[in-house]
């Protein structure tokens, strides 16, 4: 089975944050993962952007009930009708979250992340200290600085899946 990777950031990014999501999108499709995100703009239609480019699948989990409301990017949008709410399921559905910048929304699904015991890495993102999980033991997300460096600590070169 395929990795399943989310990526998570802000719906109105800035354009360095932009350029780090599609960067993180093309690299995660080479790497043969489904990306999950939010489905709407910012990081979101970004990141979509990339694993599209790069011929990968991307998958958008919406807050609201239209499935039009997606970005333009996406493989398949998922109208919730869960509104905020649906960050738990971007969180349950994937195997690994990159964040790339931040709102609330997106320390949200960090946290959701975190507390699964998921593999997290922030770039350019909120900075954390290190949490308990809930499988046992602290564990706490990775920093990194390149869109490479989060890809790796999501999907290790050694990893098997």
């Known amino acids: 089975?395929?990795?399943?990777?989310?990526?998570?950031?802000?719906?109105?990014?800035?354009?360095r944050e932009a350029e780090l999501a599609r960067q993180v999108g093309v690299?995660?499709?080479r790497r043969g993962a489904v990306v999950v995100c939010g489905g709407l703009g910012g990081?979101?239609?970004a990141c979509a952007q990339g694993v599209t480019s790069?011929?990968?699948t991307v998958v958008g989990l919406l807050p609201g009930r239209d499935r039009a409301a997606?970005?333009?990017?996406?493989?398949?949008?998922?109208?919730?009708?869960?509104?905020?709410?649906?960050?738990g399921l971007l969180v349950n559905t994937c195997d690994a979250?990159?964040?790339?910048?931040?709102?609330?929304?997106?320390?949200s699904e960090v946290a959701l992340a975190l507390r699964a015991g998921k593999p997290v890495a922030l770039?350019?993102?909120?900075a954390l200290p290190d949490a308990p999980?809930?499988?046992?033991?602290?564990?706490?997300?990775?920093e990194v600085a390149t869109p490479a460096e989060a890809v790796e600590a999501v999907l290790p070169s050694t990893r098997v899946i």
């Open 54 to 56: 790069a011929g990968g």
């Open 43 to 45: 990081v979101m239609e």
């Open 27 to 29: 690299l995660l499709t």
């Open 123 to 126: 770039l350019e993102s909120w």
């Open 133 to 142: 999980s809930a499988t046992g033991g602290i564990h706490g997300p990775v």
């Open 70 to 87: 997606g970005n333009p990017h996406l493989s398949l949008a998922v109208a919730t009708g869960l509104g905020e709410l649906r960050n």
């Open 1 to 15: 089975m395929r990795p399943c990777v989310a990526v998570a950031g802000p719906g109105e990014a800035s354009e």
């Open 97 to 107: 979250l990159v964040a790339v910048g931040g709102g609330w929304g997106t320390l």
